[in-house]
């Protein structure tokens, strides 16, 4: 099953952590788009909050246009336009190798848990 999940990437040109959903197919995308509209609160607290922002960026591809069903003035559009529901920690590669990338990469995941918590009960999957 294509569900939310904790991703650790290392690459020659770039290294970061992040949490979310990449392309998740049009019933799992919808039932995203129908718990922010729903639970409006709870997703602002998941994704808008101080920490959150401080340490990750949403990220991945977004409609150029409301998605069926949604008004443009809608006040969360930008998020409903998601067409990947990811959130992106950069990191410096010569952290990769300090003694503390585990406790960062704990503290972060830590962070990131109500974003995924919010996704894993929009799709009905067990966190």
């Known amino acids: 099953m294509h569900a939310p999940g904790f991703y650790f990437h290392i690459a020659t040109d770039e290294a970061f952590l992040g ?16 718990a922010i ?5 709870q997703w602002k607290r998941a994704c808008q909050g101080k920490t959150f922002r401080q340490r990750f960026q949403q990220s991945g591809e977004c409609l150029k246009r409301p998605p069926r069903g949604y008004s443009a003035a809608h006040p969360l559009l930008a998020d409903l336009r998601r067409k990947d529901h990811i959130a992106i920690c950069p990191l410096e590669h010569d952290s990769l190798l300090t003694p503390s990338i585990v406790q960062e990469t704990a503290r972060a995941y830590r962070i990131g848990r109500p974003y995924m918590q919010f996704l894993c009960a929009a799709l009905g999957v067990e966190f």
Do not use: F, M, T
Not at 19 to 34: N, T, Y
């Open 19 to 34: 949490v979310g959903i990449w392309r998740p197919d049009s019933q799992a995308l919808a039932k995203i788009r129908l």
């Open 37 to 41: 509209d729903a639970h409006s609160s």
